[in-house]
């Protein structure tokens, strides 16, 4: 490593990248690139959509978070140079040069090939597609009058949800509450539709039992209709076509929402470094990328065996490797040996529609309000840095976490 204040360069600004930052502040020459302007608490997403939190609670600006040792530079990272050891910004002049290299710059939506899928259904991963589902949701409302027939109102406020996964059930619960609030606030008549449809046998797949019967629960008492074994074939504007027992049927829908997969980002298919068959990058169990000992690549685009398949793919992780990662830079500049680390489970919290939750906390499940309860209080301690979370515990604790109803266009926070 050079003398001088090592360059350290943190592309991504998520889970993995915020929180090494965070951590690596003081330690050499810091630079965080990212293509967003904040940080994102990805598990509230939820919470956002149904206005029980509000955006500076889940997505803080870094330049709330980062102090003068890390140097922010806007923009997504076009092409990495391994031989020059140089990153080149998107809309920027000069390239950066590293010493060293985070990669974390996670995933983006899959929509696996499903014709029409990218173009018509709603992706679940920024802020900006929660606006936009919840003012689809609003504008669906908005053309039903209070006189028409049930089954056409039903019809006009059909929304599906791809995938019964952790997001598939705690969205579907949120739009299924929020949808039967706004029913009562308007006086519609009968009732809205939500669907997940899911292509595996069951729901939530990678949780256990005890959980799982409480999730079903839940998505029973918002109603929401749970189609197992069933493939989305294609997405148009307002159908989904969909498969169950070699037969394919269509349904009218005022919106699709996708959070059927992940896939990692596409910067990283022009990087020419060792990775697994989904394009995962391999690292070594101190997170340094293989053959590369000063690139250290984290979160959900890296493959860490200790941690698969349970932890893989989650920001728990995500934030936990971002400590052993900043532990080890410090090693490498240091001179001293690098370490390798087991990481934890941390524990589950599944949002349950707007007045319930499922949380999974040494070994023991429990759901319902209380569980809703533990869940704010849990996130509220894995937000970035002490300030943002006094700020943020404070707001919930005085203001309240209520959900914002549907109000027709025009009276709603996002207009
Ligand atoms: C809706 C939702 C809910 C979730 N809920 C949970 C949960 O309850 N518990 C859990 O453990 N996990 C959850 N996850 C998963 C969790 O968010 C991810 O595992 C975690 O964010 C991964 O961290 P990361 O740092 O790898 O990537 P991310 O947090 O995704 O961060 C990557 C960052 O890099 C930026 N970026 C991407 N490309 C570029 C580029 N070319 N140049 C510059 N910047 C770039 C992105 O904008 C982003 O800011 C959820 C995910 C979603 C979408």
């Not at 980062?66 to 990272?77: F, I, P, S, T, Y």
């Not at 293989?290 to 685009?301: C, K, M, P, Q, V």
């Amino acid at each position: 490593m050079p003398a001088a204040k090592p360059r350290i360069v943190i592309v991504g600004g998520g889970f993995g990248g915020l929180f090494t930052a965070l951590d690596l502040a003081a330690a050499g020459s810091v630079t965080l690139i990212s293509d967003e302007d904040h940080f994102l608490f990805t598990p509230m997403l939820y919470e956002y959509l149904s206005g029980e939190v509000e955006e500076w609670h889940i997505a803080p600006k870094y330049r709330e978070l980062l102090d003068e040792n890390v140097k922010l530079v806007r923009g997504a990272a076009a092409n990495i140079d391994l031989t020059q050891k140089r990153v080149t910004v998107e809309g920027s002049g000069e390239p950066i040069d590293y010493d060293i290299l985070v990669l974390a710059v996670g995933g983006v939506t899959n929509y696996a090939g499903v014709p029409g899928a990218e173009e018509f259904a709603i992706p679940f991963r920024k802020i900006a597609h929660a606006n936009l589902l919840r003012k689809r949701m609003v504008t669906a409302l908005d053309h039903v009058p209070p006189n028409l027939p049930p089954q056409d109102t039903r019809r006009a406020l059909t929304f599906a949800v791809t995938g019964a996964g952790a997001s598939g059930v705690e969205l579907s619960t949120k739009m299924a509450d929020l949808l039967r609030d706004a029913f009562e606030r308007r006086a519609l008549t009968g009732e809205p539709r939500v669907l997940v449809i899911e292509m595996g046998e069951k729901i939530v797949p990678g949780m256990g039992d005890a959980i799982r019967e409480i999730v079903t629960q839940a998505l029973t008492e918002s109603r929401v209709e749970v189609h197992t074994l069933t493939r989305v074939v294609r997405i148009t504007q307002n159908v989904v076509t969909v498969e169950h027992n070699g037969a394919q049927s269509e349904i009218e829908t005022a919106a699709v929402v996708w959070t059927g997969g992940v896939r990692v980002s596409p910067l990283l298919d022009r990087l020419a470094i060792e990775k697994t068959d989904r394009g995962l990058i391999l690292v070594e169990p101190t997170l340094q990328v293989r053959g590369h000992e000063n690139i250290f690549a984290l979160g959900d685009i890296a493959y860490y065996e200790d941690a698969t398949p349970t932890l893989a793919g989650t920001g728990q992780l995500a934030l936990q490797e971002a400590g052993l990662a900043a532990r080890n830079i410090r090693a490498l500049i240091d001179g001293e040996p690098l370490e390798t680390k087991h990481f934890e489970e941390m524990g589950e919290a599944v949002s349950l529609g707007t007045e319930r939750a499922a949380v999974l906390a040494g070994g023991k499940a429990f759901g319902g309000p209380l569980a809703r309860q533990a869940r704010f209080a849990l996130y509220t301690a894995r937000l970035p840095t002490w300030h943002h979370r006094l700020k943020v515990g404070a707001s919930w604790f005085f203001e309240g976490t209520a959900p914002s109803p549907l109000l027709p266009l025009g009276i709603q926070r996002d207009t």
